[in-house]
Every structure is written in structure tokens, then in C-alpha cells.
């Protein structure tokens, strides 16, 4: 039973270039998260996916971020034109649909990918 | 909105000690809450949770929790630890209402050293 899979797990970019982060859910989980980690802070929430739409991207930067979910194949967080502050280590989550279609209140995380940037 | 506060940054402790881990939160709405620890250079494991029911949550590796809404605490307890539980532990909040996301509010995290 495999669990949330990211890839990759570390990533070098330089600024200017452009990072992708994938995420595979749990099999069976159809909500995925992006949460980011600062070094020496706490996650913090970026983005809520449903296959093929975005339910919250409260948490997400303006610019130059996106992220999707589509119907078929891994989540994907895009950052274009990376600086040095992006460096930081992304996690993804997944969760179940529960009993009204929505998660059951627990969320599980992937080993995350970090991203360095020079 | 809400807000998670871990007051404790780091907490050292000999092995077979007790110990406690602090977490308070605040928020207007009724919370789920979850603990959360991280081993270095991996991802983020659910310790244990509370949903409702007794306050007195049991979880994994022995460690317990205690919800007091009174306090809006959540303590993270363990009565005995061992070398392996060397980590960092997060708090977390969600919002109960929400039928359809379960975004995390986290705490800065409590960085657990075991010593021999």
C-alpha cells in the first residue's frame, strides 16, 4: 500500500529557471495538499486540489506559482522564475473523501522534495 | 482563522523520562486537532488525533494527548521516551466546519532531544 509518492526529492535550480514538484496520492485518495517548509518554521498551507480543480489557493504566492490535479496522472506545483527565497522543502498531503464527499480530518504526507536554489 | 502556538522551540530530556510537549491554539470556530512528528529529512506522520469523543487521545508510540477547550490546549504527553523519538513534533489545527478541505493551520514545532 503505497503512500504518497514526490519526485523528485531534492531539486537544484538556478534563479531564474523553473521547478516542477509531483505528487501522487494515496490510492483511493482523491484531495491533495501542498503545504511549504521554511528552515527553522512550521508548514505552511499553500494550495487544495480536487481532480481537476482548485479548492483553496489561499496560501499561495501570486505570482509565479500554479498547481494542478488533473484527471489523470500526479499533482504538480510549478514555480517559474525561482529565486532564492523559494528554497525550501514542499510537501504534498492526500486525504479521503469521507462520508459527504469531503476528507475525514486526517492528512497524509509525502517525504517532500527540496528545492534549492542557487 | 486560526493559530497554533508551540512555546517550547526545543526540549531536551533523558531517556526513560517523562515529558510533555506544549500547544495551544486559538481559534473562533470549533477545531479538529492533530499531532504530527518529523524525523530529519523525512515527511510528516500523524501521531495521533483528536475529532471529537474522549479528550483523552491515545496514539502511536505511546504517546497521549489531552484536548482541554477551556485552555484551547493540546498537550502532547509521553511517559517514558526513548532515544528513537528523537524528532520534531508539529501541532496542527483544522477547522471542523469545513466539509471540504482539511487545510492545517501548524504550529512552529517543538524540536524533541532525547539524551542518554
Known amino acids: 500500500n503505497a503512500g504518497v509518492m514526490q519526485n523528485p526529492r531534492h531539486l537544484v535550480r538556478r534563479r531564474g529557471q523553473e521547478a516542477r514538484l509531483r505528487c501522487s496520492p494515496m490510492?483511493?485518495?482523491?484531495?491533495v495538499y501542498w503545504y511549504r517548509q521554511l528552515p527553522e518554521e512550521g508548514l505552511k498551507f499553500m494550495v487544495y486540489?480536487?481532480?481537476?480543480?482548485?479548492?483553496?489557493e489561499s496560501g499561495m504566492p501570486k505570482e509565479r506559482f500554479s498547481a494542478e490535479f488533473p484527471k489523470e496522472g500526479p499533482s504538480i506545483l510549478r514555480i517559474q522564475q525561482v529565486v532564492r527565497g523559494d528554497s525550501a522543502a514542499y510537501f504534498c498531503?492526500?486525504?479521503?473523501?469521507?462520508?459527504?464527499?469531503?476528507?475525514?480530518?486526517?492528512?497524509?504526507f509525502g517525504e517532500g522534495s527540496r528545492l534549492t536554489v542557487l | 482563522a486560526q493559530s497554533v502556538t508551540q512555546l517550547d522551540s526545543q526540549v531536551p530530556v533523558f531517556e526513560e523520562a517523562p515529558v510533555e510537549l506544549r500547544c495551544n491554539y486559538s481559534s473562533s470556530v470549533s477545531v479538529y486537532l492533530f499531532w504530527y512528528v518529523q524525523y530529519p529529512n523525512q515527511g510528516l506522520q500523524l501521531l495521533l488525533k483528536?475529532?471529537?469523543?474522549?479528550?483523552l487521545v491515545k496514539g502511536i508510540n505511546g504517546f497521549e494527548a489531552e484536548f482541554n477547550k477551556s485552555q484551547t490546549s493540546f498537550h502532547l504527553r509521553k511517559p517514558s521516551v526513548h532515544i528513537s523519538d528523537t524528532a520534531e513534533y508539529f501541532c496542527a489545527v483544522s477547522d471542523r466546519r469545513t466539509g471540504g478541505g482539511n487545510k492545517l493551520t501548524f504550529g512552529t514545532g517543538t524540536q524533541l532531544k532525547v539524551e542518554l
Open positions: 486540489l480536487q481532480k481537476e480543480n482548485i479548492i483553496d
Open positions: 498531503a492526500s486525504s479521503p473523501a469521507g462520508l459527504a464527499g469531503g476528507p475525514t480530518g486526517e492528512l497524509f
Open positions: 490510492k483511493g485518495h482523491s484531495h
Open positions: 483528536y475529532l471529537s469523543g474522549s479528550t
